[in-house]
């Protein structure tokens, strides 16, 4: 049987664990998931030695362990490097492999959003730890331009220098007059904002397009952040939040720990009402 876990603070509202557990079932694959609340590193060092004992094949990570939990790994995939942290741990013959799945959930979920269109210039707001996968995502696209803004022109300045492997990004500080100048000319826009930064939009212009390959992309998918999503599909941009990237990062750590495909054996639309449905318990 497949025994996995998340861990996070806060945990409670995870969607990972209707999520897997719905993979589990679609693919007749025995197995539990269960949300672990670790607050310290106590806890997390407890969570480790049930990985080594065998009570837990496999582990997702949230915020705020993403980094901390590459020190208990014996062994990080390539993409974990240079990501600079761990979303999802299998055990490997006694070993266990930190991987990060969320260049690949993002890089998945935005041809979804694309649908094989391309994109020359592109824009990204923030510099966190989700903007790493997105940039690594973006750059694997090979667009023309790429512009980064954030409001601590450093912390931008890092990111694309531990990231970027010299392809040139023009950063710039986020206000809402370069944020306004950015959405004028770019065809990809992509939101890493953290929900509490969503009211730049309100007081950026947002350009109207009349051409329907014009993209808004949010990785925030809580109802509470809609609002900036309707409100670029208003202005005639093809708009997504960041449920599709949960759904694809989910499928990624799933095949990670199975070690083979299991995307042609799901149903997204069915995935999607699921997450709906279980967020909105949260919301009532």
Known sequence: MLRLAVIGDPIAHSLSPALHQHFMETLGVPGEYERILVRNEVTLEQVVERLRSDQLNGLNITAPWKTTIKEY??????????????????VVDGALIGHNTDKDGFYRSLQELLQRNTVSHVGIAGAGGAARAVLLGVLQMAPDEIALLNRTVRNAEDLVESVANGHPVDIQQLTPTTLTDTLDRVELFISTLPPQAHAIFDEATLPGVSSPYRYYYDLVYSAACQQVVNQFAAAGWQSTDGLDMLIYQGISSMEFWLDEPIEEKLELPEIRQLLREEEAKYQE
């Open 73 to 90: 790994t014996d062994e990080l995939t390539a993409v974990a490097e240079r990501i600079g942290a761990v979303n999802t741990v299998k």
